[in-house]
């Protein structure tokens, strides 16, 4: 008789009122993602939804993938544009010493006529 009152007690404690709104609601899975930062983002699919491979880290922004020991690579994208961001601003600073220079030489000429 001591069995079947453990089996009760577990009976009791299986039907609370939140397992069942558990299992009304639509299933969910937490999917792990990992990006080059280390940072872990955690976000729920219903468990028939589509998976991506990779997600958008919500803290850098950086790709996160599923896999902790091999993260996407941070985008290159960023330092690359900010090397020819700087070259082009040097080539303009080049073109204004040649402008400045130009009319310097100018004002000079003025000078000298005078
Ligand atoms: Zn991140």
Redesign the pocket.
Known sequence: MAGGSAIRGSRVGAGPMGERERGESAPRQWISFF?S???ETVPAFAVDALVPDTWD?P??G?P?GRESATPPAAPRNEPYKTHLAYVKERRSDADGDALLEEALARLRARRGER
Request: glycine content about 12%; proline content about 0%; some cysteine.
């Open positions: 990006c930062n280390g940072h880290c803290r850098c950086f996160a």
